[in-house]
């Protein structure tokens, strides 16, 4: 078999279905032994906890052809032990560390023909996640689960590719003070489709939440960390309690120091400070590195020197370290990159 007949260059960031998905399912105090499976329907009670009280984590990582032509995923250990916390503070059972690495491998390997080629613009989006699936009507955890995967090939998550966005201030919240912001529970997704449907209807890319408590410091958008670049070039990014520990950003962190020399800081970013930054750029794993060319706090416009043409130089570097090390020209840091085949 060889590739599929997909338009790689062309596809946006949607669901194509592939042949396989991994499934195990949770009973009686344990895990079974898991399988890879096509049939890509589930069929469960009306009454699953799922369905009733939005008891979901998931994960998202992609799969990347690398220069010389293997399959390649990029530090999938570390969506594993975020997806063992969602679990934990959603009172579901933990999918151990080995056996998520051995279904992500399972799966991709699986569906290798799917996986775009080097050099396409397309990867392989990896969608981990797991469900309360027996019938639950008083407020509790399930006493059953299922832990799924499944794959499809992705383009850019934002339209434009490459090409600076606007986004604006939100007057909704994402996530309280000790919520849930800090795991990737489907309820953090949920309360987020009005906000940024209303972002969309007026015009917006993304939105930009501000800490709910004070609404003074920046948190995150819907789907991504924040990185910003100060005019001396040092690269800072939120640290907040109620933001999604993105593994994108963190590694962005890392490449930042060890192979570019910049100075970084992880620290509170107050609103105020923002139109003194150079530049703004939204990190994870489906937006990579996408450039912020406006932010929009209504109706007062906050350009980034860095334009809305190209992304600043300092993000353009991130960006292209950071693809280095995942499609394989740039050597990575021992145990980033885990090979399929
Ligand atoms: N923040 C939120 C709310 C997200 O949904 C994501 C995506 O996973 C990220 C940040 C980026 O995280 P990562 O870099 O691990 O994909
Ligand atoms: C990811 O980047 O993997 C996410 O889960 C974010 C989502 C907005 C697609």
Request: aromatic share 10%; charged share 20%; hydrophobic share 35%.
């Given at each position: 078999?060889?590739?599929?007949?997909?338009?790689?260059?062309?596809?946006?960031?949607?669901?194509?279905?592939?042949?396989?998905?991994?499934?195990?399912n949770?009973?009686?105090?344990?895990?079974?032994?898991?399988?890879?499976?096509?049939?890509?329907?589930?069929?469960?009670?009306?009454?699953?906890?799922?369905?009733?009280?939005?008891?979901?984590?998931?994960?998202?990582?992609?799969?990347?052809?690398?220069?010389?032509?293997?399959?390649v995923?990029?530090?999938?250990?570390?969506n594993?032990?975020?997806?063992?916390d969602?679990?934990?503070r959603?009172?579901?059972?933990?999918?151990?560390?080995?056996r998520?690495?051995?279904?992500?491998?399972?799966?991709?390997?699986?569906?290798?023909?799917?996986?775009?080629?080097?050099?396409?613009?397309?990867?392989?989006?990896?969608r981990?996640?797991?469900?309360?699936?027996?019938?639950?009507?008083?407020?509790?955890?399930?006493?059953?689960?299922?832990?799924?995967?499944?794959?499809?090939?992705?383009?850019?998550?934002?339209?434009?590719?490459?090409?600076?966005?606007?986004?604006?201030?939100?007057?909704?919240d994402?996530?309280?003070?000790?919520?849930?912001?800090?795991v990737?529970?489907?309820?953090?997704?949920?309360?987020?489709?009005?906000?940024?449907?209303?972002?969309?209807?007026?015009g917006?890319d993304?939105?930009?939440?501000?800490?709910?408590a004070?609404?003074?410091?920046?948190?995150?958008t819907?789907?991504?960390?924040?990185?910003?670049?100060?005019?001396?070039?040092?690269?800072?990014?939120?640290?907040?309690?109620?933001?999604?520990?993105?593994?994108?950003?963190?590694?962005?962190?890392?490449?930042?120091?060890?192979?570019?020399?910049?100075?970084?800081?992880?620290?509170?970013?107050a609103?105020?400070?923002?139109?003194?930054?150079?530049?703004?750029?939204?990190?994870?794993?489906?937006?990579?590195?996408?450039?912020?060319?406006?932010?929009?706090?209504?109706?007062?416009?906050?350009?980034?020197?860095?334009?809305?043409?190209?992304?600043?130089?300092?993000t353009?570097?991130?960006?292209?370290?950071?693809?280095?090390?995942?499609?394989?020209?740039?050597?990575?840091?021992?145990?980033?990159?885990?090979?399929?085949?």
């Amino acid at each position: 078999m060889g590739k599929k007949n997909i338009d790689w260059a062309n596809i946006g960031f949607g669901y194509i279905k592939t042949d396989y998905r991994y499934v195990s399912n949770y009973k009686n105090g344990a895990w079974d032994e898991g399988a890879l499976i096509t049939d890509d329907t589930i069929n469960l009670s009306e009454c699953a906890c799922v369905f009733q009280y939005a008891q979901t984590c998931f994960e998202g990582l992609k799969a990347y052809t690398t220069e010389d032509g293997h399959i390649v995923t990029f530090r999938p250990d570390l969506n594993a032990e975020r997806m063992m916390d969602s679990a934990a503070r959603l009172e579901m059972p933990q999918f151990p560390k080995e056996r998520f690495i051995d279904a992500i491998t399972k799966v991709v390997a699986a569906n290798a023909d799917y996986v775009p080629p080097y050099g396409s613009g397309a990867t392989l989006y990896i969608r981990p996640f797991m469900f309360g699936s027996d019938a639950i009507i008083g407020v509790k955890p399930a006493n059953e689960y299922q832990f799924r995967v499944f794959t499809t090939p992705v383009g850019p998550y934002f339209k434009g590719g490459a090409k600076p966005i606007t986004i604006c201030v939100s007057d909704y919240d994402r996530a309280a003070p000790h919520g849930t912001g800090h795991v990737k529970a489907g309820l953090n997704y949920a309360m987020s489709l009005h906000a940024i449907m209303e972002a969309h209807r007026n015009g917006f890319d993304e939105n930009m939440y501000l800490d709910a408590a004070t609404r003074t410091h920046v948190e995150e958008t819907g789907g991504a960390n924040f990185i910003f670049v100060t005019k001396d070039n040092t690269v800072v990014t939120p640290k907040s309690d109620s933001i999604l520990p993105s593994i994108t950003r963190r590694s962005i962190l890392y490449v930042a120091e060890h192979y570019l020399g910049l100075k970084t800081e992880e620290r509170p970013v107050a609103f105020d400070e923002i139109k003194d930054f150079a530049e703004c750029g939204l990190c994870g794993t489906a937006a990579v590195v996408s450039p912020v060319g406006k932010i929009v706090d209504h109706g007062r416009e906050i350009c980034l020197p860095s334009g809305m043409e190209k992304m600043g130089p300092v993000t353009q570097k991130l960006y292209d370290t950071l693809t280095g090390i995942q499609m394989g020209h740039i050597e990575a840091p021992e145990g980033w990159i885990h090979v399929i085949k």
